[in-house]
T-cell receptor, first 107, second 113 residues
Framework: KNEVEQSPQNLTAQEGEFITINCSYS?????LHWLQQHPGGGIVSLFM???GKKKHGRLIATINIQEKHSSLHITASHPRDSAVYIC?????????FGQGTRLTINP | DVKVTQSSRYLVKRTGEKVFLECVQD?????MFWYRQDPGLGLRLIYF???????EKGDIPEGYSVSREKKERFSLILESASTNQTSMYLC????????????FGPGTRLTVT
């Protein structure tokens, strides 16, 4: 079993829909990252959080430390949100990554 | 803005060739990392370095070596490339003072034929 599990692996939705991507982990962590990777490869960090909730524009990330679970939400989704979203947890001195969720938003 | 650059976006090499992938960061970061990314497997850590001339094995170091002669540059070396090393390679860097936040390069898509 992977230390970091994301669901779903693939998600297709219509423009405007509310999107939720989930991440569960089994190790103790000091922080959790949500990353975005567009076609072409470059990865950008969306959020780093260790408790509670963070919001940036249409993106919201939450984490429940007791349940070892985090969610990434996208409100009013847009085709430009189409990308791979990656959850990564910071454990013992290194990041451990989930497999990623491929999100496609159709116009 | 932090910038992490990688020497090539796309690379095609033949089996048995020696391959060098270069990564340069411009923010005086102590820590640098090499990952490979494969469908269904996510990112996996190959090697990392927390100081010049220091290196540590990650989760999948077999078939790779690294070099860090200068703080800003971290090289990944495939001594004898094999087809199972066809992958996307990503470099990242972080500062000891910024905690676990890592800045990623654009990636190098390597194909070994």
């Amino acid at each position: 079993k992977n230390e970091v599990e994301q669901s779903p692996q693939n998600l297709t939705a219509q423009e405007g829909e509310f999107i939720t991507i989930n991440c569960s982990y089994s190790v103790g962590i000091s922080a959790l990252h949500w990353l975005q990777q567009h076609p072409g490869g470059g990865i950008v960090s969306l959020f780093m959080l260790s408790s509670g909730k963070k919001k940036h524009g249409r993106l919201i990330a939450t984490i429940n430390i007791q349940e070892k679970h985090s969610s990434l939400h996208i409100t009013a989704s847009h085709p430009r949100d189409s990308a791979v979203y990656i959850c990564a947890v910071h454990g013992a001195q290194k990041l451990v990554f989930g497999q990623g969720t491929r999100l496609t938003i159709n116009p | 803005d932090v910038k992490v650059t990688q020497s090539s976006r796309y690379l095609v090499k033949r089996t048995g060739e020696k391959v060098f992938l270069e990564c340069v960061q411009d923010m005086d970061h102590e820590n640098m990392f090499w990952y490979r990314q494969d469908p269904g497997l996510g990112l996996r850590l190959i090697y990392f370095s927390y100081d010049v001339k220091m290196k540590e094995k990650g989760d999948i170091p077999e078939g790779y070596s690294v070099s860090r002669e200068k703080k800003e540059r971290f090289s990944l070396i495939l001594e004898s490339a094999s087809t199972n090393q066809t992958s996307m390679y990503l470099c990242a860097s972080s500062s000891g003072t910024s905690g676990p936040y890592q800045y990623f390069g654009p990636g190098t898509r390597l194909t070994v034929t």
